[in-house]
């Protein structure tokens, strides 16, 4: 088990304010960048974007009589709502971002 996790195995709200272990570059003394962090935030407004704009192109043009184009943005604004709401629960775990 890595230093971050407790007895069973399970990340503490503590874990997810200093931000999780990201990748390790080798050659991050010298050359490298700093470990990368998801921009959760940024990641809401898009796929909120994203929902709100495929649920009304969606809607619009299935009443216009193009059914298979409103079916897709349909999907795909089924695919933001998923993300959007697993990127919302990774803010309320406490994760920065």
Do not use: Q
Not at 27 to 51: I, K, Q
Not at 55 to 75: D, E, M, R
């Amino acid at each position: 088990m890595s230093e971050h996790d407790n007895r069973r195995g399970r990340r503490t709200r503590d874990d997810y304010e200093r931000g999780l272990p990201g990748y390790h570059d080798p050659t991050a003394g010298f050359a490298g960048s700093s470990p990368a962090r998801s921009a959760l935030t940024l990641r809401v407004v898009l796929a909120s974007f994203g929902l709100v704009f495929c649920a009304a192109s969606a809607v619009f043009l299935i009443k216009s009589g193009l059914t298979a184009l409103g079916i897709a943005l349909a999907v795909l604004g089924a695919v933001a709502l998923v993300d959007l709401s697993w990127v919302v629960h990774r803010k309320r775990r406490g994760e920065p971002g």
